[in-house]
């Protein structure tokens, strides 16, 4: 009961508040741009006094309209082409797309697209500036013709999407040499040192200038317009006006020129989102933005940040840990009592085990919502399967003669529990307490993805900005922690076992029982 | 002190038949031995004395009443019980092992521990704190028979108690509990593939095998009148042991 109080407070202090004072929720997918448009929106909305909460990075499309549907989310920077095509499955002329899609999802989600922000973000399928002069290209049909010899790197939303490499391939009869998953932040560093010859950029991208790629023209107009604009969610539309009319102002205000610098002072330049957004804010708002000000942001020192980062991927492994504990050892207690049921059982959560932690994540999104809750129950998951097995072997194996005798000479059962299986058992379920807690560090890093923070939040971050520094600014503590927690229940596991397994006793033991050897003659 | 009875136990293992319509009596303080090969029958029979295992017909008496008319753990605490192997609590220290039916029964008693470790010749100062590695395998088996006592229980159940032992083990075991009954008074059945064994330790040997009783009676009476052609052989053989080590001695 007090394990259950103490998990609510934690639970509270993460971030889970009452509905009406609920803040606004800011995310954005892994890139540059939209971290930058999301960091523009979350610094506005706090300059009109609306709190708010920033999930950047939070994942691709799929997930953030999952997510923004079922109001885990309340805004992000959304394009009109992704929306008809990609969610909507529809297709419309150039002209008609933001009035069918903000038509459609007003109709069918409730979901509200403002006025566009004012630039195009389409795909730019980008080559090597000697791919194009060796092959003659400068349109996407050149690209067909010549597609037996390349090697296309795409990103998987490109790959994933309709209106991405299937419908490429269809209309302009792409055959590529091989096709190569590539993360969003690695495409332009492959295709600059040869590792692939073409890749999905985004016409907005601050490094296609960089590396002097060559975009291809959409010759047969496949692609169709990505305005940008903020995609606002059912329960922010209809219940805060305030927050709306500050997103408003941005409509218009960026043009393509505009946004292309930002994302050079971001991705070639490695300024801070933070400073960036700001700068930008102060560029483009003329309308008062009231007495704060713009805020920025306060990040506090690189190390703060990672210290804090620390503590709530702590957080987030000791609870789910606990959580863990608390069910998988009476699991496995009651599987052994219950053996034809127990292999089953623990198999079914070893499936779970074998389930990639970032599709579990994904999974616990329309059942939990994004943040901290489902971050736990999936970590939560991961923790069960190896100390349920390790109570259920341990108290198994637990040496069968000393159980017998102590049934034979009238023990009841919970105290053949208490004082001979569980003791005798305690070292193996530490063991799996052990692994259990590795495993749990590592995957909580994953849980970043969907918004619940900890130190895979700079991993995350630094993967959509190509920031090798700012991922093992996460990595390296987070292997730190995961040896740390291991040294720390290794030292607790030596605590716990029982006197008569002791190293110093073990060789006590066999010097007593040689020493002790001729009592037992005549 | 508490007698034992069984009366036409029979008891199957899938097609195997452990008991077939097995009697037996242990009066008060008496001790009797059952002697046989493995897959005689003697565990099995020793085992539904103190319900680890439900006989599939016939009765059991401990004390007055049917076994079945008692609660197996209350049962449990009346019937002291040695195992071959010990079946010591590796974790727990002699004396603890020794206090585990008194504290079962929520009744530590330091001095009954104490008392009943020096009756098997385990002093606790030297001995009490020692875990079961820590021990010879007759030390173990000596606090084994020390745990079964601590409770004070009526009847004895002993399931080859020094079969793990060396032979000098052993017979220094069998002097040590041959000394303790005897003080105690309690009544003792004993299990043991050692015909000799059971003609030291009991006054009345039940010969068991496949399940039903061969003969029973004291070692005169079997050395003398074997009533079938095995127990002449089980006699013969363990007399010519006995003579083939009187042999060498010479």
Same mark, same amino acid.
């Given at each position: 009961m007090i394990a259950w109080a103490v998990t609510c407070r934690f639970l509270a202090a993460l971030g889970m508040t009452a509905v009406q004072d609920r803040p606004v929720i800011v995310a954005s997918k +892994?890139? @540059?741009?939209?971290?930058? #448009?999301?960091?523009?929106? $979350? /610094? =506005?909305?706090?300059? *009109? @006094?609306? *709190?708010v909460e920033r999930r950047p990075g939070l994942g691709a499309t799929e997930i953030l309209f999952a997510a923004l549907r079922t109001n885990a989310i309340d805004v992000y920077p959304e394009y009109t082409g992704t929306g008809l095509v990609a969610i909507l499955h529809d297709t419309a002329s150039r002209d008609e797309v933001y009035r069918r899609v903000s038509q459609r999802f007003q109709q069918v989600y409730g979901i509200l697209w403002l006025a566009p922000l004012g630039f195009e973000n389409t795909y730019a399928i980008a080559v090597r500036s000697e791919t194009a002069a060796r092959y003659h290209l400068a349109t996407l049909s050149d690209l067909a013709r010549a597609s037996p010899q390349l090697r296309a790197g795409f990103t998987a939303d490109f790959t994933g999407r309709a209106d991405g490499l299937a419908g490429l391939t269809r209309v302009y009869g792409m055959r590529f040499r091989a096709v190569l998953p590539l993360a969003p932040a690695l495409k332009y560093q492959a295709l600059a040192s040869d590792g692939v010859d073409v890749i999905d950029g985004y016409s907005t991208d601050g490094l296609l200038a960089r590396y002097s790629l060559v975009t291809l023209r959409d010759d047969k107009g496949f692609f169709p317009p990505y305005d940008a604009a903020a995609l606002v969610g059912p329960r922010l539309a209809r219940e805060r006006p305030d927050a709306i009319a500050a997103l408003s102002l941005l409509s218009g205000r960026i043009d393509v020129m505009r946004m292309r610098a930002l994302n050079k002072r971001v991705e070639v330049d490695r300024e801070d989102v933070a400073t960036v957004a700001r700068d930008a804010l102060r560029e483009v708002i003329d309308a008062p933005l009231g007495g704060a000000g713009v805020a920025t942001r306060t990040r506090g020192r690189a190390v703060d940040r990672i210290g804090a980062l620390a503590a709530r991927h702590l957080l987030l492994v000791g609870i789910a840990l606990l959580a863990a504990i608390l069910v998988a050892v009476p699991l496995g207690l009651l599987l052994e009592r219950s053996r034809a049921a127990a292999e089953p059982a623990i198999g079914i959560l070893g499936i779970l085990q074998t389930i990639p932690s970032i599709a579990l994540l994904a999974f616990m999104i329309p059942l939990f919502g994004v943040g901290v809750v489902p971050a736990l129950v999936a970590l939560w998951l991961y923790a069960l399967y190896p100390i349920a097995r390790a109570t259920y072997t341990g108290v198994r194996n637990a040496d069968p003669e000393a159980v017998e005798a102590a049934e034979a000479l009238g023990t009841t059962a919970a105290q053949r529990l208490l004082w001979v299986r569980l003791p005798l058992a305690a070292p193996v379920i530490m063991a799996g307490v052990r692994t259990a807690a590795v495993i749990t560090v590592g995957a909580a890093t994953l849980a970043a993805f969907i918004g619940a923070g900890g130190l895979g939040e700079p991993?995350?971050?630094? %993967?959509? #900005?190509?920031?090798?520094?700012?991922? %093992?600014?996460?990595?390296? +503590?987070?292997?730190? #922690?995961?040896l740390l927690v291991d040294g720390v229940l290794a030292l607790v596991e *030596?605590? =716990? /076992? +029982? $006197?008569? %397994?002791?190293?110093?006793? *073990? /060789?006590?033991?066999?010097?007593? $029982?040689?020493?002790t050897r001729p009592s037992d003659r005549p | 002190m508490i007698p034992l009875s069984a009366r036409n136990v029979t008891h199957r293992f899938g097609a195997t038949t452990a008991l077939a319509d097995v009697s037996l009596d242990v009066p008060a303080g008496a001790a009797v031995a059952m002697v046989g090969e493995s897959g005689s029958g003697k565990t099995t029979l020793l085992r539904c004395f103190n319900r680890m295992i439900e006989p599939d017909s016939g009765d059991l008496f401990v004390g007055d009443g049917t076994v079945r008319s008692q609660d197996p753990i209350v049962l449990r605490r009346r019937l002291g019980y040695v195992q071959q192997h010990g079946g010591l609590l590796p974790h727990w220290t002699a004396a603890e092992n020794v206090g585990l039916v008194l504290r079962a029964m929520r009744r530590p008693d330091r001095d009954a521990v104490s008392a009943t470790m020096a009756l098997v010749g385990l002093p606790i100062e030297t001995f009490g704190s020692r875990f079961p590695r820590q021990l010879s395998g007759g030390e173990r088996q000596r606090v084994a028979l020390a745990r079964a006592l601590a409770g004070n229980p009526g009847a004895l159940l002993l399931d080859e108690p020094f079969g793990a032992l060396d032979a000098i083990s052993r017979a220094d075991l069998h002097d040590a509990f041959d000394r303790v009954r005897k003080r105690l008074g309690v009544t003792t059945l004993l299990v043991t593939h050692d015909l000799s064994e059971a003609a030291h330790l009991a006054t009345v040997i039940v010969v068991m095998r496949a399940g039903h009783v061969e003969q029973r009676g004291t070692i005169a009476d079997l050395r003398d009148a074997p009533a079938t052609p095995y127990v002449r052989e089980l006699v013969a053989r363990a007399l010519a042991k006995l003579e083939a080590l009187e042999g060498s001695s010479a």
């Open positions: +892994p890139f @540059g741009e939209s971290y930058i #448009l999301a960091e523009m929106f $979350a /610094q =506005l909305l706090e300059a *009109r @006094g609306v *709190r991993i995350v971050e630094g %993967l959509a #900005l190509a920031d090798t520094r700012l991922i %093992l600014s996460g990595a390296i +503590p987070a292997a730190v #922690l995961a *030596r605590r =716990l /076992q +029982p $006197a008569h %397994l002791r190293s110093k006793r *073990r /060789q006590a033991a066999e010097f007593g $029982a040689i020493s | -």
